[in-house]
């Protein structure tokens, strides 16, 4: 059975996208059977691994409705996992949307978990349904974080909506989710990020990892190339540093 890890948070621009597709990469180099899962009608993930959502057909929008199974639409990506791409039809499911179908993607993983270690799960900025939907769907909750100032106001407002809202509602379901915050953009040789990452932990202890990303051009550059990381720069701090994130959950 995959365990599903959700790369989420409400804030924009914090490293969801970089750190799904990245540690994908690093799990399935690891040996790892990985599907990767795009909700985001942005579709970030889905061009970062060079697929373009204008071609995709069918896409999730016929899953949403039950026309399609996942399976027909998942993808091969040329890095060792599998992706279930977004497309521009994601704007439609967000509208389809009601209360109480956030455990809609749940239900839509279970018929592929036999085929994968992990499916991680790249989910959108904002509270809206296809947000909820990949919180819903998730065993491990990540948290990507930018080392930098108003780090924990973004980080406070997903795990208190996490906490006191949806595992509220979803109580029978969610009853084993774990949540960790993991720092992106961390700028090494400064005071800055250290002092964010601390004030961080003093407030959510040992739910910090230990690895922090490091800001690099080289996570711009992967996503233009439309390589991941280690493919483009095996060595480079930013693979290793995906690398130790995979190799945590491998151990977890
Ligand atoms: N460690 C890093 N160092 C430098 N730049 C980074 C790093 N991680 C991500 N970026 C860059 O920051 C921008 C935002 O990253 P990303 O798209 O992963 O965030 P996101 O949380 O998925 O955004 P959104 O909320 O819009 O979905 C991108 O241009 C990306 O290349
Ligand atoms: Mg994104």
Not at 188 to 215: C, F, W
Request: hydrophobic residues 45%; glycine residues 6%; proline residues 6%.
């Amino acid at each position: 059975m995959a365990q599903v890890i959700s790369f989420s948070i409400f804030k924009g621009g914090t490293g969801k996208t970089t750190s799904a597709v990245n540690t994908a990469a690093c799990l399935a180099e690891a040996g790892k059977r990985v599907l990767l899962v795009d909700l985001d009608q942005q579709a970030s993930s889905t061009r970062y691994v060079g697929i373009d959502p204008d071609q995709v057909n069918p896409a999730f929008y016929h899953v949403f409705l039950k026309q399609t199974p996942a399976s027909v639409v998942r993808k091969k990506t040329t890095f060792g996992f599998d992706i279930l791409p977004s497309s521009s039809l994601m704007a439609a499911i967000e509208e389809s949307l009601d209360p109480g179908d956030e455990i809609m993607l749940r239900d839509i993983l279970k018929p592929l978990q036999d085929e994968y270690d992990y499916i991680l799960v790249d989910t959108p900025p904002g509270k809206a349904g296809l947000a909820f939907n990949g919180i819903v769907a998730a065993d491990l909750l990540l948290v990507p974080a930018s080392a930098e100032r108003m780090a924990i106001d973004g980080v406070s407002d997903l795990i208190n909506h996490v906490q006191a809202i949806i595992w509220h509602k979803f109580r029978n379901e969610l009853i084993n989710q774990e949540i960790r915050i993991l720092f992106t953009m961390y700028k090494a040789g400064t005071n800055h990020s250290p002092g964010i990452v601390q004030a961080t932990r003093k407030i959510y202890g040992g739910n910090v990892l230990d690895m922090y990303i490091p800001e690099t051009i080289e996570f711009p550059r992967s996503f233009d190339l439309k390589v991941p990381i280690i493919q483009l720069a095996p060595r480079h701090a930013g693979s290793e540093a995906y690398r130790n994130v995979a190799q945590w959950i491998i151990n977890h």
